[in-house]
């Protein structure tokens, strides 16, 4: 090569990695401008008095505040500092704005959403509370909007989504609440469509056997058993629909959830009460929660409260005050229906007690990113919006308790002022949030559970199925008094627990209704971990939280060894045999057999049941087994013990046909996705898969971003709820008075920037199990704000 060549492109490649080294050069500077600040003095106009807050290594923030209002106003600066693209994605999840940040992809779930006007209701909250919760509201907006104006540049994701970020508005508040509400209920009736699809198209005897009103699992802290069906004469229908229908293969316990317990101090080291709480939700980065402790005075009196935070909101969702300790599970109980309209003759209106009536129609602007705004109308009822149709085309309305000014308040904040069990149930009681398993201790040493949230009186139908309140026969009268919500305060065994599933029977169950129970495995595994010891401390409530030992697939695993292994001709059915003798009956990180037994067993569900989703899709698309299996492990497992012939799957000609398809396709899969199930282990399965919601779709973002992919213990179906991307949100135990005992755990960390000197701080801990405090360690970064012009 000529030497002028030679010198040209050495000149070209130098100039290349020069604008290479300046363009990531700049990215990185670019960083470093949108960290939030953690020392010096920042003034904020609006501010009554000085606020000071204080960050430990971890990053967890301690207020220090002269008013619960200055204190909001903080809270609200340091969340927009820390997370504000993450509060934006709660206000947007619920007001159906994604599009305006994601274009066209986020198009379908903005419609879906619209139908509720959840923008609209949030509004209509603000203006209806007492006027000092909006007060604190506002306070808390202005911190927002000066916690984003102060930082020197937008985060990240507004640079790569090529976007701008849109100030905070008070009513976005109660929208981050709203949000919740999404994800932990059901917004579009998927449930009540599907059981009522169920009981119309099946035999009266199978219908009844594969919707049980109870299990072997059920452990309700008032011991009420609800019992299984016996196996039917009635077969499976036939369907002329042949095809294979894909099954998510993921366990029932995979939904939304959490655990929660109390001891009494008759069972503590003191004489207060211990509380345990571990949220279940999709795991992310950065966590959900922000760590914080308020510190404020209040009628000439000085408060403390320790726990976790919501970005979007001023509240302490779960923690403890020094005197009342509380935590949440969803209840998932039954707070929306359906109602079947009918129609006159030109279809334009519905028929209701008064007669018939036109529909409302409400417009909706959609703003889209790069696209034209789209325009679509809302069809309303006097009952809710219309959200679906039947098989028969019929229109169907959603009556839920979040179009309710009932839905949202900011009662939670209660709670930071309530000293006694009692008076915390008071305030739950009154909350305007998706309904909850409140679960308390005080240090006094007593505990008690009741719903916090919403709870309709029906009158006139089974809220568990498709209704027709057309003649007024029907209907909901109004929401229950906070005196007539069920209570249970100090039992007799000073223990309580939820995880999910049915929490009590008898009248208080009436009231509360069946959303969709998880099964009781996780529960009753609880329970009986409990009552396992006379006395209890943190490190033995974690020790529970951490439990994850195998008991409801140990039946399985014994099925296995005994009925399935001995029949089948897999030609690696002596391996599968080895691990499954050597297996340590738990979610082990190191176990195999634990991961062919889980495996086995959901693969053998979806064939079980694919005769009955076969049918069921027939009617109708909208046919969600997923709304509706929790229950099924009881069928299922008689199905497969008792092996009754007119319950066999169409697609086979005996059981042992299918169970040899089972354990077969089972282990394929795990080749196809792993390489070879023989190397594999439960942990490397299960390993951690954490991210930033951005990572999948921006090259080499996740390498600065995720959370390092390290094997996971625990799974479904066990105290210890660990799933690569989903699981416990938080993990704390503490007795109120005692806090410098206590335990937290949380997943991420506290940071939403990847270069904050914390980020990824506490995440190792909660991963491996390693007990870490709740209190504030030693001050890292002192930050000062004072009122300013």
């Known amino acids: 090569m000529p030497a002028a060549k030679t010198k040209l492109l050495k000149s070209l490649l130098l100039g290349l990695t020069a604008l290479l080294i300046i363009m990531l050069l700049s990215a990185y500077l670019l960083l470093r401008a949108s960290l939030p600040k953690l020392d010096g003095e920042q003034a904020l106009p609006g501010l009554g008095q000085t606020v000071d807050v204080m960050r430990d290594a971890g990053g967890m923030a301690v207020f220090t505040a002269h008013s619960r209002q200055d204190l909001a106003h903080a809270v609200g600066f340091v969340h927009a500092q820390e ?348 909350m305007g949030i998706p309904a909850q398993n409140l679960m308390m201790a005080d240090s006094q040493g007593n505990i008690g559970w009741t719903i916090a949230g919403p709870m309709p009186v029906r009158f006139g139908f089974d809220s568990r199925y498709i209704a027709d309140w057309s003649d007024g026969s029907a209907g909901w009268s109004g929401y229950l008094e906070s005196n007539d919500y069920p209570r249970v305060i100090n039992p007799a065994h000073h223990r309580l627990w939820t995880a999910n599933a049915r929490v009590v029977g008898g009248q208080m169950y009436d009231k509360i209704g069946d959303g969709g129970y998880a099964l009781g495995a996780r529960n009753q595994q609880i329970r009986d971990d409990l009552f396992a010891k006379d006395s209890l401390n943190e490190q033995d409530l974690l020790d529970i939280q951490l439990d994850n030992r195998a008991v409801f697939l140990t039946p399985w695993h014994d099925f296995m060894l005994k009925t399935v292994l001995p029949a089948s001709q897999h030609p690696q059915k002596a391996l599968v045999i080895e691990a499954l003798q050597n297996w340590t009956a738990s979610a082990a990180e190191d176990d195999l057999g634990y991961l062919l037994v889980r495996q086995f067993r959901l693969n053998l569900r979806d064939k079980v049941f694919q005769d009955l989703n076969r049918l069921m899709l027939a009617h109708s698309p909208r046919f969600n087994f997923n709304a509706v299996r929790n229950q099924m492990e009881a069928p299922l497992w008689l199905m497969v013990s008792q092996q009754p012939q007119n319950l066999l799957p169409s697609d086979y000609d005996s059981w042992t046909e299918l169970f040899n398809a089972a354990l077969t396709d089972s282990l394929a899969k795990l080749d196809k996705d792993f390489g070879d199930w023989r190397t594999l282990t439960w942990g490397q399965f299960n390993a951690v898969d954490i991210r930033h919601p951005m990572s999948a779709f921006v090259p080499l973002l996740g390498e600065l971003t995720d959370m390092p992919k390290l094997p996971l213990a625990g799974d479904s179906f066990m105290p210890r709820v660990a799933q690569s991307s989903s699981g416990a949100s938080q993990r704390l135990v503490v007795a109120p008075g005692h806090e410098d005992k206590a335990i937290f755990h949380m997943p991420s960390s506290q940071a939403g920037h990847p270069l904050s000197p914390y980020f990824g701080v506490g995440h190792e801990a909660w991963r491996s199990g390693q007990p870490t405090g709740l209190l504030p360690q030693a001050t890292r970064y002192q930050l000062r704000l004072i009122p300013g012009e």
């Open 83 to 430: 997370r504000f693209f993450q509060m934006d994605l709660l206000r947007r999840n619920s007001a159906g704005e994604l599009s305006g940040l994601f274009g066209a992809a986020a198009l379908k779930r903005d419609k879906e959403i619209r139908l509720h006007r959840f923008r609209d209701r949030a509004q209509l909250a603000l203006q209806t509370m007492p006027a000092q919760h909006r007060e604190v509201i506002e306070a808390y907006t202005h911190g927002v909007n000066q916690g984003l104006e102060a930082l020197a540049a937008r985060s990240f994701e507004y640079y790569l989504l090529g976007a701008e970020p849109v100030p905070w508005q008070p009513s976005d508040t109660m929208l981050a609440l709203y949000s919740m509400y999404l994800d932990l209920q059901h917004h579009d009736g998927r449930r009540d469509l599907s059981l009522t699809l169920m009981k119309s198209y099946l035999p009266e005897d199978l219908y009844a056997f594969l919707h049980p009103p109870g299990s072997q699992w059920d452990a309700p802290i008032d011991g009420s058993i609800l019992a299984t069906n016996p196996l039917p004469t009635s077969g499976w229908p036939t369907s002329q629909n042949k095809e294979l229908v894909m099954l998510d293969g993921s366990p029932e316990d995979r939904t939304i959830g959490s655990n929660n317990w109390a001891v009494g101090g008759a069972l503590s080291p003191y004489q207060a009460g211990i509380l345990a709480d571990d949220m279940h939700l999709g795991l992310r980065v950065p966590n959900i929660w922000f760590k914080a402790q308020f510190n404020w005075q209040q009628n000439g009196q000085q408060h403390q409260v320790t726990g976790v935070t919501l970005p979007g909101t001023p509240l302490m969702v779960v923690g403890s005050n020094g005197k009342l300790a509380w935590g949440f599970t969803n209840s998932y109980g039954d707070w929306s229906d359906l109602i079947r309209l009918k129609l006159n003759e030109n279809g334009d209106q519905y028929l209701t007690p008064a007669g018939y009536q036109p529909f409302t129609f409400v417009s909706q602007q959609i703003d889209i990113k790069d696209a034209p705004t789209q325009t679509i109308q809302v069809k309303e009822t006097i009952w809710g919006p219309v959200v679906s149709e039947d098989e028969h085309g019929n229109p169907l309305a959603l009556r839920w308790v979040a179009h309710d000014q009932q839905g949202a308040n900011m009662n939670l904040i209660g709670l930071e002022l309530a000293h006694t069990v009692e008076q915390g149930a008071d305030v739950g009681n009154t």
